[in-house]
């Protein structure tokens, strides 16, 4: 254990602190008292501390009157430390003090890791994650890097703007964002910047007030009343959960069904439907997501194709009895027709897996554009780009990449409607992505460790990663217990030191509050970045997704139905 402290050490530099007080500052800097080893010291190091903010002086005095009121006083100790020689130089003092400490702290690690690895025997990934975070913690404890002087950092400028000089008279000195004005307003996201964009919460996809949804437990639930944490029954008799709710007023429609219960809808609900026969490409029972408002514009002989369905849930998958269902069970696909209804309130969520979940009849129903056009204009520059998608799977990430690349509309892409060319062009931009760096994380859960230890490791791999995406900020977790406010406040202070470290712009996507939809003026401000404080200090560049369009289009119908009403 020599190797793992050194008391005399330790002594010379709390008596050094005693002997010239000054020091005590620079000393405090580098020091906290866990990394004394003799709890004594330990004691005397939070003594000195609590005397320095109270003013007082750090002699030997004070320091026993302190030690004696928190019941912390050893007068054996005390003369031994008094009796050490102090030390003028405590440099390399201090750094052998944390050095030990560094050891103590790895070997406790290590121990702790045959613990929960072997006698609780915990899953894999938490050990992972444990250790990780700890590691983390102890690289942070252990490293104090000193200012930069002042020829290193002139050197450094005159690089960056021989860089500069290079790209002639442009404007654009930072990471290119893929939008000309957003450019020009910028200059493009500059290294170790934290951008936030920010847009209202799951928009479209979702219900009218009182619309009952199936629980995963085989009880309904209106869908105002849905938490986050429930569990909806999935088309495929596995659970949905529930991650984030969304709320606000827009047109609305009824979706009448001739076999089922009819509901309303949002008009940027996305309807799931079955093809009721074969024709050309299209087979029966291909299924068709789409928005109530393309649906609407559709021909009668299209709507004629597609049906509502329902599915029969999997009895064998579910722990309740078939008798706990008060509703419709039969398996039958509906005619449908869209109505309008009026401007009213919605309620929605967002859901992980595949986004479908069952209405009390057993309809099928479903549930990131700017950042897409971004991560798009930079794979095309070459450069590599990092994706934490904790809302959807790769796949679906990339077909998105593929309709915004290729300008073919994701229904179409969904269901292979596709004309020869754009076949040809679907073929062409595949090929070319799949040769493009972009890393997709998207396993559904991430805290900043992780991103911090997976994006650290990325890059040291693949040091061409110009930008990460996280899609989004409010779905990572964290551990911290005292409320969200302060688990998002240790996310974005995470993220902007990691951006720095890295050298890279980190764009994260962030929910509005439900405030937002209660304001005449829907024009989202700072204060509507949901659990905000924080993520206002820490981010760099905060841009609003915002389209004055809808909100005009819904305010005067609104008016329209009053006046007629």
Not at 30 to 56: G, R, T, V, W
Request: some cysteine; charged content about 30%.
């Amino acid at each position: 254990m020599d190797n793992m402290y050194n008391l005399n050490i330790e002594r010379a530099v709390l008596s050094a602190i005693i002997f010239d007080p000054e020091v005590y500052e620079e000393i405090a800097s580098q020091l906290q008292a866990p990394d004394f080893y003799l709890p004594f010291h330990q004691h005397i190091f939070e003594a000195m501390e609590s005397l320095y903010n109270e003013e007082k002086p750090l002699d030997d005095e004070f320091l026993r009157s302190k030690l004696i009121s928190t019941k912390h006083f050893d007068e054996v100790a005390m003369l031994d430390l008094l009796s050490a020689n102090p030390i003028s130089n405590t440099s390399a003092y201090v750094k052998e003090i944390k050095a030990k400490s560094t050891k103590r702290a790895l070997a406790r690690l290590a121990t702790e890791i045959k613990k929960v690895t072997i006698e609780d025997d915990l899953p894999a990934d938490e050990v992972m994650n444990l250790v990780e975070k700890k590691l983390y913690e102890i690289t942070q404890n252990s490293t104090s890097e000193d200012f930069r002087e002042s020829k290193e950092i002139t050197l450094a400028m005159m690089g960056e703007i021989e860089r500069l000089k290079l790209l002639g008279n442009s404007r654009l000195i930072g990471t290119d964002t893929g939008f000309k004005d957003l450019n020009d307003k910028t200059s493009g996201f500059g290294k170790g910047d934290l951008v936030i964009i920010a847009a209202r919460p799951a928009m479209g996809k979702c219900l009218g007030k009182g619309t009952h949804v199936l629980m995963y437990n085989g009880t309904l639930k209106k869908v105002e009343d849905v938490c986050i944490g429930d569990r909806l029954m999935g088309d495929d008799s596995t659970p949905r959960n529930v991650l984030s709710l969304a709320s606000g007023r827009e047109e609305m429609y009824w979706v009448r069904q001739n076999k089922g219960i009819d509901y309303r809808v949002n008009k940027s609900h996305i309807l799931s439907l079955k093809r009721s026969r074969n024709e050309g490409r299209h087979t029966h029972g291909d299924i068709l997501n789409i928005e109530v408002s393309e649906y609407i514009t559709k021909s009668d002989k299209f709507k004629t194709n597609y049906k509502g369905y329902k599915t029969k849930l999997d009895f064998s998958k579910l722990k309740f009895i078939n008798d706990s269902f008060e509703f419709t069970k039969e398996l039958e696909d509906s005619d449908i027709k869209v109505q309008y209804d009026k401007v009213d309130d919605y309620y929605g969520f967002v859901l992980d897996g595949n986004h479908l979940f069952l209405l009390e009849d057993m309809t099928v129903t479903h549930n990131t554009a700017i950042v897409l056009n971004m991560t798009l204009k930079a794979l095309e520059r070459d450069e590599g780009v990092a994706f934490f998608s904790l809302e959807m799977p790769a796949e679906q990430l990339m077909l998105r990449l593929l309709s915004a690349k290729t300008s073919i509309p994701l229904q179409s892409l969904r269901v292979g409607d596709l004309r020869d060319e754009q076949w040809s062009q679907l073929s062409a931009a595949t090929q070319e992505l799949s040769q493009k760096k972009l890393f997709v994380d998207d396993g559904g859960y991430a805290t900043i460790h992780h991103v911090r230890s997976k994006l650290r490791k990325l890059k040291s791999q693949h040091p061409e990663i110009t930008m990460a995406v996280i899609d989004y900020l409010q779905l990572m977790s964290g551990d911290n217990k005292e409320g969200r406010q302060q688990v998002v406040s240790e996310i974005s202070r995470g993220l902007k030191q990691l951006a720095r470290e890295l050298q890279i712009p980190i764009i994260a996507l962030s929910q509005l509050n439900r405030g937002v939809e209660s304001r005449d003026n829907k024009r989202p401000m700072l204060s509507d970045l949901r659990e905000s404080g924080a993520i206002e200090q820490d981010a760099d560049i905060i841009l609003f997704v915002y389209r004055d369009d809808v909100y005009r289009e819904a305010m005067e119908k609104e008016k329209r139905d009053e006046s007629q009403g």
